[in-house]
């Protein structure tokens, strides 16, 4: 396997300060989202994939392989873990886990560094910890947007050396393999999967298309084309089909043909761009040209107050939904209980968080054992999911938390509506095969391109192109630019 170490920090650093959060007590499924995760000109509503394309995604398996409970008879203080993290969303999760084995509670220690988990800190405390002799990192989680930064890594081991097999990891959505995946080794695991969705108000869809019921509205945005006439719609009526041209970003990007950066057989690495780039700079321009948004920019304060205001859409996930949806009940311009999902124009994900192994750790069996529990257990993830609203990794808890007709509190701001039926039908269609390690530090520089490209500052998409290029060339010596 490939190790990359100082590629890796210059990415993370590229993207620091790019990189914000919605403003949540518990901030579930990494929600630190990036804001600043090929020629040729086509229609933009014409390239990307549609939402409606048949998933390939194996079907749930109700006889997967099981771990047997490590015994701890005879562990001593030398046979004590400690799990880091960057926030406690991992602690909280791994307690569940001890809780129900309270037998492993003094053999598991979690620490929370209470840092960012994207702008290189997090990294960087986590090298310092695992030099230093003390406290050695055993379970180390990682933000999606940084997750091959550590999985391509130095320090970590594929799961498969703790005891996960792909027998027991058989019910996670098969892109979360595919994003973890180095190599052939599965280097990382974990318990949610974070489908996109669309995220539309319930009283202007009855207002301009007669029809609040998913399935229908899904129809009005089934792919970009359908989108657009929609948003034509909604124009006429007086409302904005989305808050920002940058809305659509992690839809549009999840769309990669092949890899942004390929790399030889001799290890050098060349920036291959494809036309998911030029269709969301392209899709994105036609939004902010067509008077289709209010131009505000994803987190900022006019994107949160559009929740309340005249913004028919917004691009979404699993966790957005309950923790983002800027709105609530004592609001005097209340839209809350106002909002229901669709899946949208195309498959995607947005978010997540992956647990890699440190190679020297001194209990391999209750890393396997603890990770076996979180990420590959159905009774557990069943169990998590009902309690945190968590969309869990695992088809078959899922399928059985739709079929109870489990729905988390949160989803009042949905009216009601219980979303998981609509992220089970999103999430097998996601493809994260043509994910790299750069793509996060890429996406900071396409959004900045694309603000560009929209203001004027580049006259054509090709212009666009060249400054993410340029940028690419100056900040990555180690990628040859074409």
Not at 184 to 197: E, I, N, R
């Amino acid at each position: 396997m490939k190790k990359r170490l100082l590629a890796l920090s210059m990415a993370m650093i590229m993207v620091a300060g790019t990189l914000t959060a919605c403003t949540t007590e518990e901030p579930a499924t990494g929600t630190e989202a990036t804001e600043a995760p090929v020629e040729g000109g086509e229609e933009a509503t014409e390239a990307p994939a549609d939402g409606g394309e048949e998933a390939t995604e194996a079907p749930a398996v109700e006889d997967a392989a099981t771990m047997e409970a490590p015994d701890p008879s005879g562990w001593d203080e030398s046979m004590k873990i400690y799990a880091y993290s960057w926030n406690d969303e991992f602690g909280s999760r791994l307690q569940m886990v001890l809780d129900e084995y309270p037998e492993y509670a003094d053999y598991v220690e979690f620490i929370n560094l209470g840092v960012s988990g994207t702008d290189g800190t997090y990294q960087t405390a986590i090298e310092t910890a695992m030099t230093s002799g003390d406290k050695y990192p055993s379970l180390v989680p990682a933000d999606n947007d940084v997750a091959k930064n550590f999985t391509e890594g130095v320090g970590f081991m594929p799961v498969s050396e703790v005891g996960i097999t792909p027998e027991m990891y058989a019910n996670a959505y098969q892109y979360t393999v595919d994003y973890a995946t180095v190599d052939g080794d599965l280097m990382a695991v974990t318990w949610q999967a974070t489908p996109g969705c669309l995220i539309y108000r319930t009283d202007i869809a009855e207002e301009v298309l007669g029809t609040s019921d998913p399935a229908e509205v899904q129809e009005y945005v089934k792919d970009w084309d359908t989108f657009f006439a929609t948003a034509d719609t909604m124009k006429e009526a007086g409302y904005k089909m989305v808050s920002g041209p940058d809305e659509i970003k992690y839809a549009m990007w999840d769309q990669q043909t092949q890899p942004w950066v390929t790399t030889a057989a001799d290890g050098s690495e060349t920036l291959t761009l494809d036309s998911s780039v030029t269709d969301y700079l392209e899709t994105a321009k036609k939004l902010y040209d067509g008077d289709y948004t209010d131009k505000s920019s994803m987190w900022s304060d006019g994107w949160n107050a559009n929740y309340e205001g005249k913004v028919f859409c917004y691009f979404g996930c699993t966790w957005s939904v309950y923790w983002c949806i800027s709105t609530s009940p004592d609001s005097a311009t209340s839209t809350y209980g106002k909002f229901h999902i669709c899946q949208g124009p195309v498959s995607y994900h947005w978010g997540g968080t992956y647990v890699c192994v440190g190679e020297d750790t001194p209990n391999p069996e209750l890393c396997g054992f603890l990770l076996y529990e979180l990420c590959c257990d159905k009774d557990m993830m069943y169990k998590i999911s009902a309690e945190t609203a968590d969309f869990v990794n695992n088809k078959a808890a899922m399928e059985q938390i739709a079929a109870d007709g489990v729905i988390a509190d949160p989803a009042a701001v949905l009216g009601g509506q219980n979303p998981v039926e609509i992220w089970l039908q999103s999430a097998p269609g996601i493809d994260l095969s043509n994910a790299t390690y750069m793509d996060s530090a890429i996406k900071a520089i396409i959004d900045k391109a694309s603000e560009g490209y929209n203001s004027g500052t580049y006259a054509t998409a090709d212009d666009a192109i060249q400054f993410i290029k340029d940028e690419v060339a100056s900040g990555y010596t180690n990628i040859t630019v074409e």
